[in-house]
């Protein structure tokens, strides 16, 4: 039973995946059974020979995770019950939402409030509301009151920024958590926006931006020639007129990866360009796709998009890859795809080693385009073809997310790196910590920033674990440079200094665990358990 729901949720998810039809000269002849996994032949220091970072978008630790395991199932909401012995998280206890000092006490947000309006997370301002360590200035610093359109949250006003759902709304991840591994120590990188999480997220570094390409940029933007708020990469045709590029000198995962000849790509939502470019015309990203309340969203986005901000990875005109034997190795589309080339390689057999995919904007959880309950049909249909495959038995699952979105975390990481600009104001105006003690010389990268959630999903994932273990974004490109035996990208990336995860493994008894989760509900439908 437990196989044919595999591959019925399998088929559905292709279905929809290729809706659009392919040009048969674009696919590979299917796999047969027992056909090679080309990945398995890389060396790799792990089992783990695939690894799926999920890239979702601004939400806190506590913004998802406040109350685990423990949820509040009131009639007429998915129940949630915790398995017995389950750990408890570093979240927000009675007594300290008793005593928080923020104007508004923490509070719990149910299922009918999941679209929300999206907070202030400026690189200043999470600073600003995390108040020295105290915690406590939220509704004054990055609060957005929302408007009318938002009509079951309006009458919250600021204070909405202090709210959390708990198992009967974000479901899935709750579950993935009982049957999987899950930090409650993760935080972004540095303090700040997308952009900022995104480039962290493949290089541990956000400094060295090139002022040869970076244009537009205000103070929000680029700070000491680090980014801190959300320009458009240089290098992609669909990006605004207030862009930023890195160095030539800067590396990345995917650069680092390339040198080996080891297969990655990014996958993202909206990528395949609406209008082609021209000789005299740049592509156009207008595709939509619609939310589960029917609005449709411009599903790219250009600045959630890291690799485009580096010309040696960037695929400035959205060119698709010759055919799919090219997915994951070089060519036209240089490692830059729709994210229905992910589905078609993977089902094909082609997984690649690493793959980071970012969902389109209805589904990638940012409130204002998206909420919770959307970003739980992407993670759970993603997750059940990818366990559907015969190479989910050597894949790891990352699902992450790139900023908080400014909502409340009571919990302040270490701060590993200081810098002194116009933008900092952690421990007073224009500081966080001290002048000189900074990577590389580098400022507008105060470290480290908010919590965020941090799941890993696998075979060979710890079951029912809590990891506290200090870990960043850039702890996933250490992992990866681990696994593959790759050089570290160094030169001011936090790489160098990012927590393993590999606590959140068990390589010598792996579990095995396999789950496969209602993609509207997020409850189980069948276990290995």
């Known amino acids: 039973m437990l196989r044919k729901n ?4 399998a088929a559905i998810l292709m279905a929809t995946n290729m809706a659009v039809l392919t040009p048969s000269n674009l696919l590979a ?5 027992g056909d090679p996994d080309p990945a398995a032949a890389y060396e790799t220091t792990t089992p783990i020979k695939h690894v799926v970072v999920i890239f979702q978008e601004n939400v806190s630790f506590d913004h998802y995770f406040a109350t685990y395991p423990n949820a509040t199932n009131p009639e007429g909401e998915v129940k949630f019950k915790a398995k017995e012995k389950t750990p408890t998280v570093n979240g927000i206890t009675e007594g300290q939402a008793a005593l928080d000092q923020n104007t508004v006490k923490p509070f719990r947000l149910d299922p009918s409030q999941n679209y929300t309006c999206s907070m202030n997370h400026g690189y200043q301002a999470e600073q600003q509301a995390f108040d020295s360590g105290l915690m406590d200035m939220f509704p004054e610093f990055t609060a957005h ?7 079951s949250v309006q009458p919250l006003g600021t204070g909405i920024v202090m709210g959390y759902f708990d198992g009967n709304t974000v479901t899935a991840e ?7 591994a899950m930090s409650d120590n993760m935080h ?5 926006p997308s952009t900022v999480g995104a480039i962290n997220v493949i290089s541990g570094m956000t400094g060295n931006t090139d002022p040869t390409t970076s244009k537009n940029n205000g103070t929000s933007d680029v700070i000491a020639g680090s980014i801190v708020g959300d320009p458009d990469p240089a290098f992609d045709d669909c990006a605004g007129t207030d862009v930023a590029g890195m160095q030539t000198t800067n590396e990345n995962i995917g650069m680092l990866l390339g040198a080996r000849k080891i297969s990655w790509g990014w996958f993202e939502g909206g990528f395949t360009p609406s209008t082609a470019a021209t000789a005299t015309a740049k592509a156009v ?9 029917g609005t449709a969203e ?3 986005v250009p600045h959630h998009n890291p690799f485009e901000y580096y010309q040696q990875t960037a695929n400035p005109h959205h060119l698709p890859p010759a055919s799919l034997a090219e997915v994951g190795h070089d060519g036209q589309a240089n490692h830059q795809y729709d994210l229905s080339w992910f589905t078609k390689a993977a089902m094909n057999g082609d997984l690649p080693a690493v793959s980071y995919l970012k969902a389109p904007a209805a589904e990638d959880g940012h409130p204002g385009n998206s909420s919770p309950l959307d970003e739980q049909v992407f993670l759970t249909q993603t997750i059940n073809m990818l366990e559907s495959l015969p190479t989910w038995s050597s894949t790891a699952v990352i699902i992450t997310y790139d900023d908080s979105d400014g909502w409340f975390d009571h919990v302040m990481g270490p701060i590993l790196n200081q810098s002194v600009s116009a933008d900092d104001a952690l421990s007073r105006t224009g500081a966080c910590g001290i002048a000189g003690n900074s990577l590389e010389g580098l400022q507008g990268r105060c470290a480290y920033g908010p919590r965020l959630p941090f799941i890993v999903i696998s075979p060979y994932s710890k079951t029912n674990y809590v990891d506290s273990t200090v870990i960043d974004q850039s702890s996933v490109v250490r992992f990866i440079e681990d696994n593959w035996t790759l050089p570290r990208i160094g030169n001011g990336s936090f790489d160098e200094f990012a927590g393993s995860i590999e606590n959140m493994f068990n390589f010598k008894n792996p579990p095995g665990e396999n789950l496969i989760l209602d993609p509207y509900t997020g409850a189980v439908l069948s276990s290995s358990n």
């Open 298 to 300: 411009t599903a790219y």
């Open 6 to 9: 595999l591959r019925w949720m």
């Open 29 to 33: 002849a299917p796999k047969e059974k």
């Open 188 to 192: 972004d990188t540095n303090f700040g």
């Open 174 to 180: 709750w579950n993935y958590a009982q049957n999987y």
């Open 285 to 293: 990203c207008a595709t939509t796709t619609n939310r589960l309340d």
């Open 145 to 151: 009151a929302c408007t009318s359109q938002y009509p």
